[in-house]
């Protein structure tokens, strides 16, 4: 299959699963923010980040170290299957059970108690998840598949479940609850479609061996997932709930726009570690190429979002959350900032270059929290979105020097930029000038706004009809 083929085939499904189970997640994300209020939504917003936290202790860097090698020789996969998995269960368990053990010598109300315990549990939940098996092998329809499963769950749950405040406790339980079904899914057809089941291994000379591997995965993928909640953490300490409520909506909506993006670069992972070792001249004219659509991409969706923020946080999450609106156009720009820094560090993590990529995103996380001492105090949440722009700004700008340095080439991007910024500020007066003059909804006006991007798109040259010819024939063959 050709590296086109296989790209699309892994953005296809990754594209299914993520819109389908992150856009669930995302209804009822929007259910809570309404039923929970914004206090109730903070707590749980507090609770998902913990779980989040230990998971960066407990992955290991398995999720990229796991992924890359079972890429570059499937024939390892049930080896590293069953004693990665095993290793990140068991620190999974331990972590959780000292995680409770604190919480129970600390003085705090018992139900916030419990929240926190229900989110920390989550940790045991994903640490079962085979996904970094199949992405490795390139089966992503699987994860398309256990994803819907877990989003349907935690939807159905939290409409049955969740009527008020009191429900935060059942909202943070279901949610984490959602991903050990997911990941107990994932096992089962692993084990049944493609003969690979897991078996709990101990072996502590083999685990210390794919540690000392995967250590600069684990330093990195802990500094990823810890940098964007490191603001939730320091205003649960300074503000109150309903600040914290305030900026964790807007939070959540740029958090849905990166994973959404990110898919192409998720997709293209495995490829490109794949075509690091066996043709470096197609690896750097497919990294090239993506970058190109997620900035044709990401971009328009930048600037809709910044016109429009007041009309799209009321649409989404009700009035109450009309101030959040000053927050998302600031934030929504770490999106775009983000998947750039992400497409330059997948890269550099393909190339076996990972180190110098820790290096850059440990700087931006100290940026970060040096910018949420110093703005949280006064700021509140616009001063929290500061803080993670601030922080992006400078490991994006570190990590594209690295780049350079490292592969020996660099992107030549900003002529490209400077189209989709142009094609995006003529849709985006479109937008305001159909809304201002016409009195149209904020909807249709955007869906006008989109068509106008993609017909400048074709004439500048930013999409090709090479491009979507190939993505039609792709689909036909499907």
């Given at each position: 299959?050709?590296?086109?083929?296989?790209?699309?085939?892994?953005?296809?499904?990754?594209?299914?699963?993520?819109v389908s189970s992150k856009g669930l997640v995302f209804l009822g994300t929007l259910y809570l923010a309404r039923v929970l209020g914004k206090a109730g939504f903070g707590f749980f917003s507090?609770?998902?980040?913990?779980?989040?936290?230990?998971?960066?202790?407990?992955?290991?860097?398995?999720?990229?170290?796991?992924?890359?090698?079972?890429?570059?020789?499937?024939?390892?996969?049930?080896?590293?299957?069953?004693?990665?998995?095993?290793?990140?269960?068991?620190?999974?368990?331990?972590?959780?059970?000292?995680?409770?053990?604190?919480?129970?010598?600390?003085?705090?109300?018992?139900?916030?108690?419990?929240?926190?315990?229900?989110?920390?549990?989550?940790?045991?939940?994903?640490?079962?998840?085979?996904?970094?098996?199949?992405?490795?092998?390139?089966?992503?329809?699987?994860?398309?598949?256990?994803?819907?499963?877990?989003?349907?769950?935690?939807?159905?749950?939290?409409?049955?479940?969740?009527?008020?405040?009191?429900?935060?406790?059942?909202?943070?339980?279901?949610?984490?609850?959602?991903?050990?079904?997911?990941?107990?899914?994932?096992?089962?057809?692993?084990?049944?479609?493609?003969?690979?089941?897991?078996?709990?291994?101990?072996?502590?000379?083999?685990?210390?061996?794919?540690?000392?591997?995967?250590?600069?995965?684990?330093?990195?993928?802990?500094?990823?997932?810890?940098?964007?909640?490191?603001?939730?953490?320091?205003?649960?300490?300074?503000?109150?709930?309903?600040?914290?409520?305030?900026?964790?909506?807007?939070?959540?909506?740029?958090?849905?726009?990166?994973?959404?993006?990110?898919?192409?670069?998720?997709?293209?992972?495995?490829?490109l570690s794949s075509l690091y070792v066996s043709d470096k001249d197609t690896f750097r004219k497919t990294h090239a190429g993506v970058q190109r659509i997620i900035i044709g991409i990401i971009?328009?969706?930048?600037?809709?979002?910044?016109?429009?923020?007041?009309?799209?946080?009321?649409?989404?999450?009700?009035?109450?959350?009309?101030?959040?609106?000053?927050?998302?156009?600031?934030?929504?720009?770490?999106?775009?900032?983000?998947?750039?820094?992400?497409?330059?560090?997948?890269?550099?993590?393909?190339?076996?270059?990972?180190?110098?990529?820790?290096?850059?995103?440990?700087?931006?996380?100290?940026?970060?929290?040096?910018?949420?001492?110093?703005?949280?105090?006064?700021?509140?949440?616009?001063?929290?979105?500061?803080?993670?722009?601030?922080?992006?700004?400078?490991?994006?700008?570190?990590?594209?020097?690295?780049?350079?340095?490292?592969?020996?080439?660099?992107?030549?991007?900003?002529?490209?930029?400077?189209?989709?910024?142009?094609?995006?500020?003529?849709?985006?007066?479109?937008?305001?000038?159909?809304?201002?003059?016409?009195?149209?909804?904020?909807?249709?006006?955007?869906?006008?706004?989109?068509?106008?991007?993609?017909?400048?798109?074709?004439?500048?040259?930013?999409?090709?009809?090479?491009?979507?010819?190939?993505?039609?024939?792709?689909?036909?063959?499907?």
């Open positions: 299959m050709s590296v086109t083929k296989r790209a699309f085939n892994n953005i296809f499904w990754l594209f299914v699963s993520e507090l609770s998902l980040a913990v779980g989040v936290y230990f998971w960066t202790v407990a992955d290991m860097g398995v999720t990229g170290y796991g992924t890359r090698e079972i890429a570059r020789n499937k024939e390892k996969t049930a080896e590293l299957y069953s004693l990665l998995n095993s290793l990140r269960f068991t620190l999974a368990i331990g972590l959780f059970l000292t995680f409770c053990g604190v919480l129970y010598l600390l003085d705090m109300a018992p139900e916030k108690r419990l929240i926190l315990i229900a989110g920390g549990f989550y940790v045991v939940s994903y640490s079962l998840s085979p996904d970094w098996v199949l992405r490795g092998l390139e089966k992503m329809q699987y994860i398309a598949f256990g994803s819907i499963v877990t989003s349907l769950f935690f939807l159905i749950g939290i409409f049955l479940l969740v009527k008020g405040f009191s429900g935060t406790l059942w909202a943070s339980i279901l949610y984490s609850c959602s991903f050990l079904i997911g990941s107990l899914i994932l096992m089962v057809i692993l084990s049944l479609k493609l003969k690979t089941p897991f078996y709990f291994r101990i072996s502590f000379r083999k685990w210390w061996f794919h540690i000392k591997e995967s250590f600069y995965f684990a330093i990195n993928g802990s500094l990823n997932s810890i940098s964007a909640f490191i603001p939730i953490f320091f205003m649960g300490i300074w503000n109150t709930a309903e600040d914290l409520g305030t900026f964790s909506a807007p939070h959540r909506l740029t958090t849905l726009i990166i994973r959404a993006c990110a898919l192409i670069i998720m997709a293209l992972y495995p490829i971009v328009p969706i930048c600037i809709i979002a910044t016109i429009l923020s007041k009309d799209i946080m009321i649409f989404l999450f009700g009035a109450s959350y009309e101030d959040s609106a000053k927050i998302l156009t600031v934030l929504i720009w770490l999106s775009f900032l983000t998947i750039i820094r992400f497409s330059y560090g997948n890269a550099l993590i393909s190339a076996n270059f990972h180190r110098f990529n820790m290096f850059a995103t440990g700087v931006g996380v100290i940026i970060i929290i040096l910018a949420c001492i110093i703005l949280i105090p006064k700021y509140s949440g616009y001063g929290a979105a500061y803080a993670l722009i601030s922080g992006e700004v400078t490991t994006l700008l570190l990590m594209s020097g690295l780049f350079k340095k490292k592969l020996g080439y660099s992107n030549p991007l900003m002529f490209h930029l400077i189209k989709v910024l142009f094609a995006s500020a003529i849709m985006g007066s479109i937008i305001v000038f159909i809304i201002r003059t016409f009195y149209f909804s904020f909807i249709p006006s955007i869906f006008v706004g989109i068509f106008v991007y993609g017909f400048l798109s074709l004439t500048m040259g930013i999409i090709s009809k090479r491009g979507i010819k190939q993505i039609y024939q792709s689909l036909i063959q499907r």
